[in-house]
C-alpha cells in the first residue's frame, strides 16, 4: 500500500474503518481504472463505488442504487442525465419504503 495515504478514519455508528484498508493498490504503471467505477483518489490509490459504499456501512440497496447513479447521472452510457436523476429521485423514495 502506499505510504503517502493518511490514516483517516471514516466513522458510520459504531464501525471505524481505515481509509488505508479500503484502498487497492495497484502495480506501478497501471494507470488506468480497472473498471468503470474505479478512480483515482490519490496518486495510485484508486477506489471504487463499492469501497465507499462498504466504508460507510450503506445496506439499503435503494441508497446503494442511489449513490452509484448519483457519481455520473447521464455519464454511464446507458440513460440520459434527465432518465438518471428520475432514476435518483425513484430510488429515495424506495429507499424511504424499504426502512419502514
Keep these: 500500500m502506499t505510504d503517502h495515504i493518511d490514516n483517516a478514519l ?9 481509509v488505508r ?10 494507470e488506468k481504472p480497472r473498471n468503470k ?6 496518486p495510485g ?10 466504508a460507510w456501512a450503506v ?3 435503494a441508497l446503494q442504487h442511489l449513490i452509484k447513479k448519483s457519481l455520473q447521472p447521464g455519464e454511464r ?15 429515495a423514495k424506495r ?3 424499504l426502512e419502514q
Design 10 to 18: 471514516l466513522r458510520h455508528e459504531e464501525t471505524l474503518v481505515s
Design 21 to 30: 484498508d479500503l484502498a487497492r493498490p495497484i502495480r506501478m504503471g497501471d
Design 37 to 42: 467505477y474505479h478512480r483515482e483518489i490519490k
Design 45 to 54: 490509490v484508486w477506489v471504487d463505488v463499492y469501497d465507499v459504499l462498504a
Design 59 to 61: 445496506d439499503n440497496p
Design 77 to 91: 452510457g446507458h440513460k440520459t442525465r434527465e432518465q438518471d436523476l428520475a432514476d435518483i429521485v425513484a430510488s
Design 95 to 97: 429507499a424511504q419504503e
